[in-house]
């Protein structure tokens, strides 16, 4: 029973993540202080290193990025 427990506590978690992913629909580059839509080319070619992720359009400019001229976030 105990292992039961465990394996959907770990499901849970795993699902949990995912969502978290998926939710954060803009990505910023820390290099250039640019944001984008997550689907933009330039975010999926950007150092994952640079890459940094938003849920909202608000939350990218407070915290100092600006939008991308080719997807305009
Ligand atoms: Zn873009």
Same mark, same amino acid.
């Given at each position: 029973?105990?292992?039961?427990?465990?394996?959907?506590?770990?499901?849970?978690?795993?699902?949990?993540?995912?969502?978290?992913?998926?939710?954060?629909?803009?990505?910023?580059? $820390? &290099?250039?202080?640019? %944001?984008?839509?997550? =689907?933009?080319?330039?975010?999926?070619?950007?150092? !994952? $290193? &640079?890459?940094?992720? %938003?849920?909202?359009? =608000?939350?990218?400019?407070?915290?100092?990025?600006? !939008?991308?001229?080719?997807?305009?976030?």
């Amino acid at each position: 029973m105990k292992k039961f427990c465990a394996a959907i506590v770990t499901i849970v978690i795993m699902t949990t993540t995912f969502a978290t992913v998926l939710a954060s629909s803009y990505v910023g580059n $820390a &290099n250039s202080l640019k %944001f984008h839509y997550a =689907d933009c080319s330039s975010a999926n070619k950007m150092n !994952p $290193a &640079n890459r940094v992720s %938003f849920n909202t359009r =608000d939350e990218a400019i407070n915290a100092g990025y600006v !939008p991308c001229k080719r997807c305009k976030p």
